[in-house]
């Protein structure tokens, strides 16, 4: 089973501020199949980023994903008050598709 | 527009049985994959299950094989998942989830709590 260490646990930052958040795989994610998502409270996960780069529909550009075998990145170019969240990176490289613990970006 | 709504979620007791319900519209379900992905209450994410368009091919997390079947009835555009020997640690939000290049589009969810 391949093992996803996010990184930070939480993010304090301010609008406007560039986030980013590491995903390390305890091995090689094959083909790149990682994805991110973003969770808000009492709400449904919402996918950003598939295939370890490629922007999901209606995701803004200011979400960047990058990264590949078992070092993954997302980046928020810029903070909006709407993107303070948790993210989770999520493989389905290799069964059973896992999921990292998640970042909390959180307000400074 | 793409719904997904599950139901049938409730208290049941440890050792019990309870069968997830999702009514999909809003796209061609027979063509998509389908999944169930759980969350206990203040954690993360965890992958259940996984089912092939037309049910062929099925997947499933190691702590559900044995209990938890998933199945699909393309004509009533559903998903279904039916979960026996019920444990605590079963405890969770169940989403159903449409598999798309990602999960792009997920139901809002139904509660299943374990307990005596």
């Known amino acids: 089973e391949i093992v996803l260490t996010q990184s930070p646990g939480t993010l304090s930052l301010s609008p406007g501020e560039r986030a980013t958040l590491s995903c390390r795989a305890s091995q090689s994610v094959s083909s790149n199949y990682l994805a991110w998502y973003q969770q808000k409270p009492g709400q449904a996960p919402r996918v950003l980023i598939y295939g370890a780069s490629s922007r999901a529909t209606g995701i803004p550009d200011r979400f960047s994903g990058s990264g590949s075998g078992t070092d993954f990145t997302l980046t928020i170019s810029r903070l909006e008050p709407e993107d303070f969240a948790v993210y989770f990176c999520?493989?389905?490289?290799?069964?059973?598709?896992?999921f990292g613990q998640g970042t909390k970006v959180e307000i400074k | 527009e793409v719904q997904l709504v599950e139901s049938g979620g409730g208290l049941v007791q440890p050792g019990g049985s309870l069968r997830l319900s999702c009514a999909a519209s809003?796209?061609?379900?027979?063509?998509?994959?389908m999944s169930w992905v759980r969350q206990a209450p203040g954690k993360g994410l965890e992958w259940v299950a996984n089912i092939k368009k037309d049910g062929s091919e099925k997947y499933y997390v190691d702590s559900a094989k044995g209990r938890f079947t998933i199945s699909r009835d393309n004509a009533k555009n559903s998903l279904y998942l039916q979960m026996n020997s019920l444990r605590a640690e079963d405890t969770a939000v169940y989403y159903c989830?449409?598999?798309?290049?990602?999960?792009?589009?997920w139901g809002q969810g139904t509660l299943v709590t374990v307990s005596s």
């Open positions: 999520q493989q389905y490289g290799s069964s059973p598709w896992t």
């Open positions: 809003g796209f061609t379900f027979s063509t998509y994959w």
């Open positions: 989830a449409k598999w798309g290049a990602a999960w792009d589009y």
